[in-house]
């Protein structure tokens, strides 16, 4: 506990000296757009599991926040995540922890905004339990859809997709 108030009060003494505090920017706007209440299809080994998903910015407007929620396979299924940009690397950066797992799966990547396109990758747990390659790409083709596929080690066809349309009272125009 000491070592934590030490840190908090370094990090607010810094703070007090420094000229510029940091602001969400450009890319952080890109991900603010998708804050809102989603209506979710996941389809996963030939089933289709339909729930919600909530994204709120996060954290002074650098993270958006996000809470998935459906039944899949006759179970509750319950995910998190956490996205950002990270100005030092110049890239997007996601997280994502679930009831199906305690490992989280950790990407990054970047948005092609002529494509309406986040392109991520990184590493997460394998369905057999061992660190594999994740490679995700959600298409935003309008304001109120998102069309994600996961692939999963060296799978050239999605292992999943998730189809998220904007519930009619979250609908931006």
């Known amino acids: 506990m000491r070592t934590f108030l030490s840190l908090v009060a370094v990090v607010f ?3 007090a000296f420094a000229q510029d505090v940091p602001k969400p920017g450009k890319e952080h706007e890109v991900l603010k757009a998708i804050e809102g209440t989603w209506d979710i299809t996941m389809k996963v080994a030939g089933q289709e599991a339909k729930g919600t998903c909530t994204y709120k910015s996060d954290l002074g407007g650098f993270w958006l926040a996000s809470t998935l929620e459906c039944d899949m396979f006759g179970q509750k299924f319950t995910g998190k995540g956490m996205d950002g940009y990270c100005p030092i690397k110049k890239k997007y950066i996601s ?10 799966v950790i990407m990054e990547g970047d948005y092609d905004a002529d494509k309406k396109t986040f392109t991520l990758s990184g590493d997460g747990p394998s369905p057999e339990g061992k660190m594999t390659k994740y490679k995700s790409v959600s298409e935003h083709p309008d304001a109120n859809t998102i069309k994600m596929s996961m692939y999963i080690g060296d799978g050239k066809e999605p292992m999943f997709t998730v189809e998220y349309k904007r519930k009619k009272a979250d609908a931006k125009k």
């Open 13 to 15: 003494a810094g703070s």
């Open 95 to 104: 997280t994502w922890m679930d009831s199906m797992g305690a490992s989280p």
